[in-house]
């Protein structure tokens, strides 16, 4: 996680050499998450909810189907993003086509596609029918 004022290496943003500056000059990065990268499995990584129950669910929704997950957490913007890894790469795909990809699994849309502070539909309408 990045804070304000952290002093980070040029190195690790590029193997480009850094801009001629001088020393001191302030530098403001704005980090984004692609959400079709976030999801696509790379890094075992197959969902992503902002709710704990949401990802417990589904974690224990996919080990009824022998795939273990794992749930990490990251801190966006003050929130928990809670992300559902697989590591095992055979099992990836599998669970991205439950979870949101195949029309006989979840269909679940991320959290994001709703308005800030909404629930998640379609993870609303799948657990009550």
């Known amino acids: 996680m990045l804070h304000p004022n952290i002093a980070i290496s040029w190195k690790w ?10 020393p001191g000059t302030p530098l403001e990065f704005d980090i984004s ?10 890094y075992g990584i197959v969902w992503a909810t902002y709710n704990l129950h949401q990802a ?11 795939i ?14 809670l992300l559902l890894k697989i590591n095992n790469p055979k099992d990836r ?16 849309k991320p959290d994001w596609s709703y ?10 309408k799948w657990i009550n029918g």
Request: glycine letters at 8%.
């Open 93 to 108: 795909n599998e669970a991205m086509d439950f979870i949101w990809r195949k029309e006989g699994g979840l269909r679940l």
């Open 68 to 81: 273990s997950s794992v749930i990490g957490i990251i801190e966006l913007d003050e929130r928990n993003l």
């Open 13 to 22: 943003l590029s193997n480009k050499n850094s801009p001629d500056l001088p």
């Open 115 to 124: 308005a800030e502070g909404e629930p998640n539909k379609s993870f609303e």
């Open 56 to 66: 417990e669910v589904l974690s224990n929704a996919l080990l009824a189907q022998n």
């Open 33 to 42: 998450l692609d959400e079709d990268t976030l999801l696509s499995g790379k």
